[in-house]
């Protein structure tokens, strides 16, 4: 095992000084397809689940519900600050709990 010392636990987040998401981690999911950073939410006015992501390609957020599938917009992503329209935003994902 190398020892690092834990001088480099997130190069890329402390670098670039990103926005931090925090995510119960149980909500947290593994990356499908063209999809990373993904988790759960649950609808406010249903019982549905529907699924945030970031494009691996255009890192751009999604999210599974049928509003942002018609208008790529919904209250889902706006409501986490994240950007509409498949506007590239990169954040730092942390797990929370
Ligand atoms: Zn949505």
Do not use: D, M
């Given at each position: 095992m190398a020892r690092t010392r834990g001088r480099e636990k997130n190069p890329m987040?402390?670098?670039k000084n990103l926005p931090v998401l925090r995510v119960p981690r149980f909500a947290m999911l593994p990356d499908k397809g063209a999809w990373t950073n993904r988790f759960e939410i649950?609808?406010?006015?249903?019982?549905?689940?529907?699924?945030?992501?970031?494009?691996?390609?255009?890192?751009?957020?999604?999210?599974?519900?049928?509003?942002?599938?018609?208008?790529?917009?919904?209250?889902?992503?706006?409501?986490?600050?994240?950007?509409?329209?498949?506007?590239?935003?990169?954040?730092?994902?942390q797990g929370a709990g």
């Open positions: 987040a402390t670098a649950r609808s406010s006015s249903s019982n549905r689940i529907y699924v945030i992501a970031q494009s691996k390609t255009g890192r751009h957020w999604g999210c599974s519900c049928p509003a942002w599938i018609h208008r790529r917009t919904c209250k889902h992503i706006v409501s986490l600050g994240l950007p509409a329209f498949e506007r590239p935003h990169e954040v730092a994902l």
